[in-house]
């Protein structure tokens, strides 16, 4: 199975700060790579795949890049809707993968 | 717009079979485009991916899960099912069902709600 590490596991920071997280496989996954956000008591949303491509209606402040086995989730500019758990996944070989996920709080 | 939605009992009794339907409207799970799959997740952990159906009748499973686990689907209900039987407490979770697309790399770009299923004497 292809593991996904993800890091940091938590982090807080303010409205209008610029976050990244990154994920990485233990193999190249090429670009089967996706982000996904979770809010409390719902389920995933995705917001890009392909490592890169924004999912329609995702706001722009969201990108994605990377390729092989290390990969990045930026958010320009967080504001306090963003709150949420932030999951990686690979696609590239069954059986698929997620991260652990990256909590991200709003100071 | 396409919906998903899973259904179910709540509550299963351990050594017992779980048993969940996803119902989909607004597109069709005969399309080749399309896989339908299962995920889970235990209560304040993880993703985990269970297993997916294809064109009706192909069936992918995660390996930790092969023994136990079926999918399968109703193409006159536009339905998707799973079965994971001989259940432990280690099954309680909220179980998905999503659309995995071809179109693409392979992501899961639509998601049911969620459904919680405890095991539980």
């Known amino acids: ?107 | 717009q396409l919906q998903l939605q899973e259904s179910g009992p709540g509550l299963v009794k351990p050594s017992q079979t779980l048993s969940l339907t996803c119902t989909v409207s607004g597109g069709s799970i005969s399309s080749s485009d399309y896989y339908w799959t299962w995920i889970r997740q235990p209560p304040g952990k993880g993703l985990e991916w269970i297993g997916y159906i294809y064109y009706s009748e192909n069936t992918n499973y995660t390996p930790s899960l092969r023994s136990r686990v079926s999918i399968s689907a109703d193409t006159s209900k536009n339905q998707f099912s799973l079965k994971l039987s001989s259940v432990t407490a280690a099954d309680t979770a909220v179980y998905y069902c999503a659309r995995y697309s071809l179109r693409h790399y392979g992501e899961l770009d639509y998601w049911g709600q969620g459904t919680l299923v405890t095991v539980s004497s």
């Open chain 1, 1 to 107: 199975d292809i593991q996904m590490t993800q890091s940091p596991s938590s982090l807080s920071a303010s409205v209008g700060d610029r976050v990244t997280i990154t994920c990485r496989a233990s193999q190249s996954i090429s670009s089967y790579l996706h982000w996904y956000q979770q809010k409390p008591g719902k389920a995933p949303k995705l917001l890009i795949y392909a490592a890169s491509s924004l999912q329609g209606g995702v706001p722009s402040r969201f990108s994605g890049s990377g390729s092989g086995t290390d990969f990045t989730l930026t958010i320009s500019s967080l504001q306090p809707e963003d709150s949420a758990t932030y999951y990686c996944q690979q696609s590239s070989s069954a059986p698929w993968t997620f991260g652990q996920g990256t909590k991200v709080e709003i100071k």
